[in-house]
């Protein structure tokens, strides 16, 4: 059964600073891993998209790569901002129908 | 607009009350999905469906149903609701299941009395 990890589960960091956040999966056999961002009551919200052949995708300030042999992902945030402040999920599809397994998520705390 | 639509957004129901949480999108993607998301538990896959007429059962299926009529609607339903059902709700769609970004509905919360 797939699972998947998210850590840490909280970071608070001073605005302008560089923050990784981590996803760790078990099975490596995924069609692709997505990044969403979750605030308070919302939504998700798409941040990026990684295709299992593709090692990393950017957009911004984000940078997301895929590492499938050794079952990571990390997404790198630039320059934070207060209003990045939120949780952010990580998916694996590993399935082409479609089955996911979400983490558990990182809340992030950007403080000004 | 491009979106994924629920409704209702609240509801509160007693136990074995049946409801039905409807979805819909406007992208004509052919792949959708059904999540809870609970406090410690994150968000868990209930179902979902490739195609019309095609559904998959989740990590968590059991008390729900699901059907896939039309390619836009995809409405979950709870026959006899029970507490434990209490939860945020979320439906998802992408242009293919495997393959494509996820874009989420804004949620459902359910209350089960």
């Known amino acids: 059964k797939q699972e998947v990890t998210q850590i840490p589960a909280a970071l608070s960091v001073p605005e302008g600073e560089n923050l990784v956040l981590n996803c760790s999966f078990t099975?490596?056999?995924?069609?692709?891993l997505q990044w969403f961002r979750q605030d308070p009551g919302k939504g998700l919200t798409s941040l990026l998209l990684?295709?299992?052949?593709?090692r990393e995708q950017t957009s911004g300030r984000l940078n997301a790569s895929l590492d499938k042999s050794s079952g990571r992902s990390t997404l790198y945030i630039a320059a934070s901002q207060p209003g990045d402040s939120a949780t952010y999920l990580c998916a694996v599809v590993h399935t082409n129908a479609g089955k996911s397994t979400f983490g558990d998520g990182t809340t992030l705390t950007v403080k000004p | 607009e491009a979106q994924v639509t629920q409704n209702p957004r609240y509801l509160i129901t007693v136990t074995g009350k049946k409801l039905t949480v409807t979805c819909s999108q406007n992208m004509n993607h052919e792949y959708m999905s059904w999540y809870r998301q609970d406090p410690g538990l994150g968000l868990r896959q209930i179902y979902y469906?490739?195609?019309?007429?095609?559904?998959d059962k989740g990590d968590v299926p059991e008390g729900y149903k699901v059907s896939r009529k039309e390619k836009r609607n995809f409405p979950l339903i709870l026959e006899s609701p029970s507490p434990n059902q209490t939860s945020l709700y979320f439906c998802a769609s992408s242009l293919f299941g495997g393959r494509s970004e996820q874009f989420f509905g804004p949620g459902t919360r359910l209350t089960v009395l």
């Open positions: 469906s490739m195609n019309v007429e095609v559904t």
């Open positions: 990684i295709q299992s052949s593709q």
């Open positions: 099975d490596s056999a995924i069609y692709n």
